[in-house]
């Protein structure tokens, strides 16, 4: 049971370079997330999907860009990177019915900008 | 706008001993739920527990257990017979009900449970 599976788990880039994060979930969870961690502080939450088709941006969306063509995948997209996208990037997924179910976690992208 | 506040960056505890987290938030909600997440070295976000806001008792999970006291907005996690698998960092979480399921998140607790 793979759950929230998440590539690449660290990536270095120069400032100005793209890049994807990849996220996927086999539990065919309608919710999915994605939030940043940066050092010495929570996750925030950058977008978020509630299916395929629906997008809508979190507190810091900023930089960033998303879609949900799929139940499964939620890529995330970094157009310009930026020294302050430096982050720990977690996917998540929720299932549909019951706002106090568990969120499952990927275990985290690293990415430094350079 | 909801915050979390975790004003312990870090705890230690010997290993076997009973610590307590402390985490106070602030909202003007009143159905909501509120989360303690582990995160340890392997950067794995689990979850630990979790409350409904509109239940009095106090939520339970083997050696772990909170103390919810709605009025004061505080949430405190109590880990009893602490074990070296224990160490890691702790977040509380708040979730308003009808928001997406979208968690708001402290800063973090550091703990490392001593041999």
């Known amino acids: 049971n793979a759950g929230v599976t998440q590539t690449p788990k660290f990536r270095i880039l120069k400032i100005g370079q793209s890049m994807t994060l990849q996220c996927t979930q086999d539990?065919?969870?309608?919710?999915m997330y994605w939030y940043r961690q940066d050092p010495g502080m929570g996750l925030k939450l950058i977008y978020y999907?509630?299916?395929?088709?629906?997008?809508d941006k979190g507190e810091v969306p900023n930089g960033y860009n998303v879609s949900r063509s799929t139940t499964e995948d939620f890529p995330l997209r970094l157009e310009l990177a930026a020294p302050s996208q430096t982050s720990v990037y977690f996917c998540?997924?929720?299932?549909?019915?019951?706002?106090?179910?568990?969120?499952?976690f990927g275990q985290g992208t690293r990415l430094t900008v350079v | 706008a909801q915050t979390v506040t975790q004003s312990q960056p870090e705890m230690s505890v010997q290993e076997a001993e009973t610590v307590t987290l402390s985490c106070t938030y602030d909202?003007?909600?009143?159905?909501?739920?509120l989360f303690w997440y582990k995160q340890p070295p392997s950067r794995q976000m689990i979850l630990v527990i979790r409350?409904?806001?509109?239940?009095?008792q106090n939520a339970t999970e083997n050696r772990f257990s909170v103390n919810f006291q709605k009025a004061a907005k505080s949430f405190s996690l109590k880990i009893s017979d602490s074990q070296l698998g224990d160490t890691a960092m702790y977040f509380c979480?708040?979730?308003?009900?009808?928001?997406?399921?979208?968690?708001?998140f402290g800063k973090g607790t550091k703990l490392s449970v001593k041999p």
């Open positions: 409350q409904e806001a509109y239940k009095q």
């Open positions: 909202t003007s909600e009143n159905n909501y739920y």
């Open positions: 979480a708040f979730m308003k009900r009808g928001s997406q399921g979208n968690l708001i």
């Open positions: 999907s509630v299916g395929a088709g629906i997008t």
């Open positions: 998540a997924s929720r299932p549909l019915g019951g706002m106090n179910t568990e969120a499952f």
């Open positions: 539990m065919n969870h309608n919710y």
